[in-house]
C-alpha cells in the first residue's frame, strides 16, 4: 500500500505525543500539531489564528470550489451561481453561515490571480461576520512558487506580481499582503467527516501528523520553506495523482478506507486533476476530462473541473454538500442548475 508499513511507524511514534480526543464544536478552527504546548515554529505565523488544518464540526452546508487559476471571472460567476457572493462589484458576501473550502491553485495559468485573491480576503472577513467561513486550503502551484518563485509554472504569477511593483521573491519569502495571505493557508481541511486538501494523498497520516509535517516546513521566524517533500513531493499532499489505484492485493477502495480511518473521515474531496482519469474498479467507470465526479461509493471526489480560461475544460461549477441522513452531495453550475452527485 505505497510506503504505507514505513508510514506505521512513523505514525506510532508520533501519536505518543497526541492523545487529546478530537473537540466537538458548533463551528470554527483547532490548533493540530502541537504538542505539550509548544510547536515546532512557534514565530511569525499564529497557528491558533491560522491553524495547519482547519476544522468544523456541525455545518449545515459546504461548498467546494476547485482549481480557479488565475480566472477571477469564472470565479465569480461560479460563487454567484451558488449564491455565496453578489453577482455585481464588489461582489460581497450573501452566503450567510455557509462553509466555503477553496482547496488550492488560486495562482498560475490565469493571468489574473491577485484579485481573487484580494476578494476571497474581503469574503472571508464578511463571512466571519455573518457567521459562515471562507477557507482556502494551499495548492501545489501556491507552495511551488514560495518554494522558488522562478520555477517554469509560476511564469503568469510572476509577471502580474511585477506589473503591481512586486517583487516575486519577497512576496514567496511572506512579504506583502500577498505573501502573508500564501504564508497562511492551511494544508487541509475537515468538516464533519469530509476530508478537503488539494491533491489528496495522506498516505495513511492522522490529523495530528498532517499538521506536524505542515509546521515543520516553516523556519523558527515563521517563514515558509516549501520546498518540502511534504509539499512538493511526487507522493505528497498536494502534487500525488490517482494516489488512490490499488496494487497487488490491494484494491483502491481498500486504500481509500485505509487512509479514511487514519484521518478519521469518510470522504476525501480534492482538485489538482482536472483531466481524464480511468477508474476500472469502480462501476461508475472513467472520469472525462473537466467532469466533477463521486467514485467509490462517495469515499472520493475530484472537483478540479478545469474551469479557467487558461484550461479550458468547463465552464466551472463547485460541489455543494448538505448535511443529512445521509449527507448529499450536489454538483453546482455556473448558469445555477444543479446536477445530484452522490448517493
Known sequence: MYQRLGDLVTRAAIRKCFRAPRAAVAFGCLLL??????TPNSGARDWRRSPAVFQADNVSEIDALGDVHGDPAVTVRVLAAAGLVAAEAPHNWIGGRRVLIVTGDVIDKGAAATPIIDMLVTIASQAEAAGG?????????????????????????RNELTSLGLD?????????????????????????????????????MG???????????FTAEGKPQFDDPFLVGDN??????????GSGAATSASNLDFDLAALPA???VFGHDPGAVPFPDDPAGDRAAGEMVARYGGRLFMIDVGM???????????????????DTATQVLADGTMQALWP
Open 33 to 38: 500539531g502541537a504538542c505539550g504546548g509548544s
Open 133 to 157: 467561513k471562507v477557507v482556502v486550503t494551499l495548492g501545489n502551484h501556491e507552495a511551488e512558487f514560495v518554494a522558488d518563485p522562478q520555477n517554469s509554472k509560476s511564469t503568469e504569477f
Open 236 to 245: 505528497s499532499l498536494l502534487e500525488a495523482q490517482t494516489w488512490w489505484f
Open 266 to 268: 469518510s470522504h476525501f
Open 168 to 204: 516575486p521573491a519577497a512576496v514567496a519569502r511572506g512579504e506583502t499582503k500577498y505573501g502573508a495571505w500564501l504564508a497562511s493557508r492551511p494544508v487541509a481541511a475537515i468538516v464533519d467527516k469530509w476530508f478537503f486538501s488539494h491533491g489528496g494523498n495522506t498516505r495513511g
Open 207 to 217: 490529523l495530528d501528523e498532517l499538521a506536524t509535517a505542515y509546521q515543520a516546513t
Open 308 to 326: 479557467s480560461y487558461a484550461v479550458g475544460y468547463s465552464g466551472g461549477s463547485l460541489l455543494r454538500i448538505t448535511h443529512g441522513v445521509p
